[in-house]
């Protein structure tokens, strides 16, 4: 069974730093590009990150290019979210996502998410 | 930029019924476009892609269609399991602009 587990979330001070942590498992991970979606409560749906299956390419958003960092390790099957001077618009619900391949570049699937919540 | 916008915001339906969903991109998208559900208090959930197709596990009471820039999810017989939120998504302009609108929520 294809499944992503996220972790890491929790409440941070604005200007604060958080790590997430997303594990894959039952896929080749090291083949397929992977994404970072996020939700802030009650709201819609945000993507901000995509990294390639090598590393080689990455994307931001621009509501979080300059402050987060997405990594991954292939050996670990896992993807990283580094996240810095984080503010109050960075409470949402984290979600990491696989892309389908070359020309599908649709989510799917999704893990259950981790919750950041950024409050002094 | 791209935006999607989708009607209505709430769609109030009665078991057994039809729903149709519209999802509107700003630029013509065809025919990358995808759907996805999202039930309360879980991830969303991959429903329809190339604005048509549906994903694996997907019944086939729910059909995609639409073409250039106007698009709609139906829903053919209501279940109660179809209760939720709906969200479309254009990835016509990745890299790197993937958008998704503001969603659908379809309730009793």
């Known amino acids: 069974e294809v499944q992503l587990v996220e972790s890491g979330g929790g409440l941070v001070q604005p200007g604060g730093s958080l790590r997430l942590s997303c594990a894959a498992s039952?896929?080749?991970?090291?083949?397929?590009?992977m994404n970072w979606v996020r939700q802030a409560p009650g709201k819609g749906l945000e993507w901000i990150s995509y990294?390639?299956?090598?590393?080689?390419?990455?994307y931001y958003g621009d509501s979080v290019k300059g402050r987060v960092f997405v990594s991954r390790d292939n050996a670990k099957n896992s993807l990283y979210l580094q996240m810095d001077s984080m503010r109050d618009e960075d409470t949402a619900i984290y979600y990491c996502?696989?892309?389908?391949?070359?020309?599908?570049?649709?989510?799917?699937?999704w893990g259950q998410g981790t919750l950041v919540t950024v409050s002094s | 930029e791209v935006v999607m916008t989708q009607s209505p915001a709430t769609l109030s339906v009665s078991p057994g019924e039809r729903a149709t969903l519209s999802c509107r991109a700003s630029?013509?998208?065809?025919?990358?476009l995808a759907w996805y559900q999202q039930k309360p208090g879980q991830a969303p959930r991959l429903l329809i892609y190339?604005?048509?197709t549906r994903a694996t596990g997907v019944p086939d009471r729910f059909s995609g269609s639409g073409s250039g820039t106007e698009f709609t999810l139906t829903i053919s017989s209501l279940q109660s399991e179809d209760f939720a939120v709906y969200y479309c998504?254009?990835?016509?302009?990745?890299?790197?602009?993937?958008?998704f609108g503001p969603g659908t929520k379809v309730d009793i």
């Open positions: 990294i390639s299956p090598t590393s080689s390419t990455i």
């Open positions: 998504q254009q990835y016509n302009y990745w890299p790197p602009l993937l958008t």
């Open positions: 630029q013509a998208i065809s025919p990358n």
């Open positions: 039952g896929f080749t991970f090291s083949t397929y590009s």
């Open positions: 996502a696989r892309m389908g391949g070359v020309g599908r570049n649709w989510f799917d699937p």
């Open positions: 190339g604005a048509s």
